[in-house]
């Protein structure tokens, strides 16, 4: 099992949440890019993580968020958190 760590995402329905908005605009600024992945990133993760490719992945925490420097997966229980 895999589970995907995109951070906020801007949805219809996290729109109507209080402030939320203000929460995307605060989380972008601390991104060390500028921007915030996307749906789409997130949906290209889950084809990766259902192709052969990621056959040898196991249990790993997939950290889907905008960075300068290139991450690939995190293993579950790693100290280091965005």
């Known amino acids: 099992m895999h589970a995907i760590s995109p951070g906020p995402l ?4 996290a729109s109507g949440l209080k402030d939320f908005d203000l929460l995307l605009n605060e989380a972008a600024q601390r991104a060390p890019i500028g921007e915030l992945v996307d749906i789409m990133d997130v949906g290209f993760t889950c084809a990766f993580l259902a192709t052969p490719y990621a056959r040898r992945l196991s ?14 997966l995190k293993r579950s229980g790693d100290d280091a958190r965005d």
């Open 59 to 72: 249990g790993a925490d997939a950290v889907r968020r905008r960075r300068r420097e290139h991450h690939g």
């Open 10 to 13: 801007k949805t219809r329905a």
